[in-house]
């Protein structure tokens, strides 16, 4: 076991996935010389060279659009979107081409790309470095979208986007870049968890908490704090947001019957939207109260002295807690 | 209000390589003459022959639309001489990055007939193997393959091949975003790749002079990118100019952009009605520029096609379109469930219990008639 960073974590993942296959290939702005805004790719040109770590010009569709090329050559290209709010200008390249090229060809071209962003807020940055837009990724057929949120899930989880043979958009909750944790660095891929399956991260039976990448370690802090207050949350982090994986969130609600969801990107048709009504429509007859969602404002995101009012925290998510257990909360006199 | 000036652009310019005029004379362009000087009588026929049979598909099928066989047809009409000069030039492991109108270049490559047709019918969103036939699907999104092609001929360089890919486009899509990307990329990497653009002069209902005040082709030097301008309905000059830039791509030279100057004679597509934006004047200025009657006029002027091996080719373009047409209504509709199909390469929890969901729902009309059907009958 070694004690990485999820920074550092990402960088052995993709060391790795590179030694494995020589058809990976990284592209992406300053990811070469530089290592990297967030240094993610460090020392990786220098060892596998120019040629497989490419430093692009500063174009997001011409990114996603020359891997689509690169992958009918056969090769895996891994992507790198600087920061979440650059990746709009390749939108049209990710929803209209890589999502569904393998079902346009009747499955005859294959579209095995991983398209890495760093995602959230919490860094206190300007516009456009700070957004959370996994939801329209979600909503895209024949994309896969996962989130890790400790540095070996990072690890293991990006290894098992790029072995896979479709496209995967991989969110990297950047404010828990510098987090720390052991991670095995010669695990057995086959014998890791599935890339697509969720977990219970801490076992509870009051309420079950629901969330992934960012948000998971103050959803864990959200357990102790209750557990103070004699309440028990079940925290579950996603891991994977297309597919989810509702099996083990099924299992935690039937017991609970009460469902916290929470996720800094906005309220309306956030993820935080599908699992309500999912988790709704299959466990209807054991939820005790509606499924409540403690999720960022739907704003534009704001200035960065103004964020923590916009990002769930400790004190929403007991709120949102609260409310779901209808104790004294926010809306209490407002609702029945 | 803002008004976007437009300028004609619809006559030839000086600076436009051609080798065979529109009256079916010879001229001698010192810089495309040696790269077709092995191109003999019999290849001359031979593009010929090409012309006249992807003309005789593109009638066939605009007939069959009009008949409800395809739900769309993009006509081809005038513009053979630039899908047969170009896809001549090219080798069978260049990759093609086609736009939807290059159905003549598939059928050239050797995509089956029907292949092709089924992605008008509606049966399908592709109608050939991109691997088998080197050739990518066609694309809809104005601009986006001229990003893969150039991905792809990055892909080249990386595997060290001496191939190339060439991404077909129009004039309409040299206004996106994505060619622009495309050519910064393709010369920073120097990228075996083809920009061949289709002036065609209309972009749907949009005249060329709207996405470009200055002749296109002069777009690609300030990017790094050796250029040039053909006459699009000269099928030799534009074999010469594909082979001009296949040579460089091969020899390590990069990117290289033609223009091939043509003209879109038919409406967009079956559902447009060009008669409410642009006049018969223009129209007739172009049927005397037609591609197949100047090499046909070459090549009797030679005394090289006489009436029986025109009627011999037109007999075969007949038994084409009569092989399309039957390959056209004799094709199945898709089975219902295969709508779930190859969205993912594996298993996708949330897409399988859809599918299931949806199999038994129509396993629940067995034997009864469904409320849409009733309602259909009722109305008809």
């Keep these: 076991m070694s004690s990485l960073t999820l920074t550092q974590a990402i960088n052995a993942g993709l060391r790795k996935s590179m030694e494995e296959d020589p058809k990976v290939v990284l592209m992406g702005e300053d990811i070469g010389t530089l290592g990297g805004v967030f240094r993610v790719t460090d020392g990786l040109m220098k060892d596998f060279g120019s040629h497989r770590v490419i430093d692009t010009p500063l174009a997001e569709s011409a990114i996603i659009g020359t891997a689509v090329g690169l992958a009918y050559r056969g090769f895996r290209p891994v992507c790198e979107i600087q920061f979440d709010g650059f990746i709009y200008p390749g939108f049209d390249q990710i929803v209209s081409q890589v999502a569904k090229l393998h079902m346009r060809t009747h499955g005859q071209v294959r579209m095995p790309l991983t398209i890495r962003v760093p995602f959230g807020g919490g860094i206190g940055s300007p516009e456009h470095h700070s957004e959370s837009p996994e939801a329209y990724f979600v909503h895209t057929s024949g994309l896969r979208v996962i989130s890790a949120s400790n540095p070996q899930d990072a690890y293991t989880m990006l290894r098992q986007a790029i072995a896979c043979d479709d496209p995967v958009l991989f969110f990297e909750p950047k404010r828990r870049y510098h987090t720390k944790g052991e991670v095995d660095l010669d695990a057995d891929l086959s014998r890791a968890p599935a890339m697509g399956a969720s977990r219970i991260v801490s076992a509870g039976t009051d309420v079950t908490l629901v969330t992934y990448g960012p948000l998971v370690s103050t959803a864990l802090d959200a357990a102790k704090a209750a557990a103070d207050d004699g309440i028990s949350l079940e925290v579950i982090d996603l891991r994977s947001l297309s597919p989810i994986d509702y099996g083990p969130l099924e299992e935690s609600v039937r017991r609970t019957g009460r469902l916290v969801i929470t996720h800094e990107a906005s309220e309306t048709l956030g993820l935080g939207a599908e699992i309500s009504a999912a988790v709704t429509e299959r466990c209807f007859n054991y939820l005790e109260a509606a499924p409540v969602r403690v999720t960022g404002f739907d704003i534009p995101y704001p200035p960065s002295k103004l964020e923590k009012h916009h990002l769930p925290d400790l004190d929403r998510m007991l709120d949102g807690v609260d409310r779901v257990l209808g104790r004294p909360n926010s809306l209490s006199g407002l609702e029945g | ?380």
């Design chain 2, 1 to 380: 209000m803002l008004e976007a000036s437009a300028n004609s652009g619809a006559s030839p310019q000086p600076g436009i390589h051609q080798l065979i005029a529109a009256d079916g004379t010879g001229v001698d362009d010192e810089e495309l003459a040696p790269l077709v000087a092995d191109v003999d009588d019999e290849q001359l026929i031979q593009f010929y022959a090409d012309m006249v049979t992807i003309r005789r598909i593109d009638m066939e099928a605009t007939a069959l639309q009009r008949q409800g066989q395809l739900a769309l047809w993009p006509p081809m009409l005038g513009q053979e001489a630039a899908q047969v000069g170009s896809i001549r030039a090219l080798d069978q492991d260049d990759f093609i990055f086609p736009t939807y109108r290059e159905n003549g270049v598939a059928f050239l490559r050797g995509a089956d007939l029907a292949g092709i047709m089924s992605t008008w019918r509606g049966s399908a969103n592709t109608g050939w193997d991109p691997h088998k036939f080197n050739m990518a699907t066609p694309q809809i999104i104005i601009g986006a393959q001229t990003l893969h092609a150039t991905g792809y001929a990055m892909g080249l360089v990386l595997d060290g091949r001496e191939t190339l890919s060439i991404a077909y486009l129009g004039d309409g899509a040299t206004s996106q975003g994505d060619v622009h990307e495309s050519m910064v990329f393709a010369a920073s990497f120097q990228a075996p790749v083809i920009f061949f653009c289709q002036n065609n002069h209309w972009a749907i209902s949009e005249p060329v002079g709207l996405q470009a005040h200055t002749p296109i082709a002069g777009r690609a030097p300030g990017y790094g990118i050796p250029s040039m301008r053909v006459d699009g309905n000269d099928v030799l000059a534009v074999l010469a100019a594909t082979r001009w830039a296949a040579a460089r791509a091969r020899s390590g030279g990069g990117p290289s952009f033609i223009e091939a100057v043509t003209y879109r004679m038919g409406a967009h597509t079956t559902a447009d009605d060009p008669t409410r934006y642009r006049g018969v004047t223009e129209l007739e200025e172009w049927a005397a520029k037609d591609p197949i009657a100047r090499v046909k006029a070459f090549l009797q002027g030679r005394g090289k096609l006489d009436a029986a091996a025109e009627a011999e080719v037109a007999a075969r373009a007949n038994a084409v379109a009569a092989e399309l047409r039957e390959g056209c209504i004799n094709m199945p509709d898709p089975a219902p469930m295969s709508v779930f199909d190859n969205v993912y390469t594996t298993e996708h929890a949330i897409l399988d219990r859809q599918r299931d969901h949806y199999e038994r729902y129509l396993a629940g009309f067995a034997g009864t008639e469904s409320a849409t059907s009733k309602l259909e009958g009722s109305r008809s």
